[in-house]
């Protein structure tokens, strides 16, 4: 199948445990991540967690729009890659991951790719391991993300990586889909601060699908990281509740910069003129 060039229609970029199902673990929830932030939050809400993703509460007057309609909540034979796809950002990993899930769980992967992995995702494509769709158009791209299991994020532990914040798993609690990341800094943080999925070891496939199994076995777990992702990609992610702010700064930028410079004066000749009885130094 025909493969264009370019992003997946977003999902842009950018520690724990071995190669066991115990190496998945449940930031929060079952005693991974920050102890006392999120583990004490994950069992305030034990016990409460609700049959279907619901819109959250509005918070003071704020217009809620655009929370009129919850998500899909996840199912148990789905999961989902958005984004460009290279070695670094783990397509090997997530070939493999898929083959170590197949027959049970489907893989869909949507996105580009480099040179250097096309032929391996167009082979495990023409095998049957997953569908790889290729570049899609951002609202068929994001469409597809509806229902998954989990959403995978397996990037390497690469400079740049360690500084961004990786788009694809932003859109994943957007979309009311848990999370499966590699422990990048920035994803790890928001997997722990929200509660929202599992963190993995770089380059384990065996890890990653026993991640899946895990959200897959437990409905209560999977749906319990899709609400709160959710809820969090809402209430604390969303561009509504910033952009207003972001373009009042952009718009006091310009009206820094279409101030004119104050002209330089000589602390001895405050008027800025050449003195009587000299010429002005024609030199640049």
Same mark, same amino acid.
Request: proline share 7%; charged share 20%; aromatic share 8%.
């Given at each position: 199948m025909g493969r264009a060039r370019g992003h997946g229609g977003g999902g842009g970029d950018e520690t724990l445990g071995a190669t066991t199902p115990a190496a998945a673990t449940a930031v929060g929830r079952t005693g991974g991540g920050t102890p006392g932030r999120t583990a004490s939050a994950a069992a305030a809400r034990r016990g409460r967690l609700p049959a279907a993703l619901p819109p959250p509460a509005p918070r003071g007057?704020?217009?809620?729009d655009r929370a009129a309609r919850a998500p899909e909540p996840p199912?148990? *034979?789905?999961?989902?890659?958005?984004?460009?796809?290279?070695?670094?950002?783990?397509?090997l990993e997530l070939i493999e991951t898929a083959r170590l899930l197949g027959p049970d769980v489907h893989v869909d992967v949507i996105g580009a790719a480099d040179p250097e992995v096309r032929g391996a995702l167009t082979e495990a494509d023409r095998d049957g391991v997953l569908r790889w769709h290729g570049?899609?158009?951002?609202?068929?791209?994001?469409?597809?993300?509806?229902?998954?299991?989990?959403? +995978?994020?397996?990037l390497h532990d690469q400079p740049n990586y360690r500084h961004s914040r990786p788009t694809k798993v932003?859109?994943?609690?957007?979309?009311?889909?848990?999370?499966? /990341? /590699?422990?990048?800094?920035?994803? /790890? *943080?928001?997997?722990?601060?929200?509660?929202?999925? +599992?963190?993995?070891?770089?380059?384990?496939?065996a890890s990653a699908a026993a991640a899946v199994r895990r959200l897959r076995a437990d409905p209560e777990l999977r749906l319990g990281t899709a609400t709160r992702g959710w809820e969090?990609?809402?209430?604390?992610?969303?561009?509504? *509740?910033?952009? /207003?702010?972001?373009?009042?700064?952009l718009e006091s930028w310009v009206k820094e910069a279409s101030v004119p410079p104050t002209p330089a004066m000589s602390s001895t000749n405050p008027s800025g003129t050449a003195p009587a009885g000299t010429r002005p130094d024609p030199r640049p």
């Open positions: 007057s704020e217009p809620r199912g148990d *034979d789905r999961v989902v890659y958005l984004g460009h796809l290279s070695r670094e950002r783990g397509a570049y899609l158009p951002n609202d068929r791209a994001l469409g597809l993300l509806s229902g998954a299991l989990a959403g +995978l994020s397996l932003v859109e994943y609690m957007a979309h009311g889909v848990p999370v499966i /990341t /590699t422990p990048t800094p920035l994803a /790890t *943080d928001l997997v722990e601060t929200y509660d929202c999925g +599992l963190v993995v070891p770089y380059g384990d496939p969090a990609a809402l209430s604390d992610l969303n561009w509504a *509740d910033h952009a /207003t702010e972001f373009v009042m700064c």
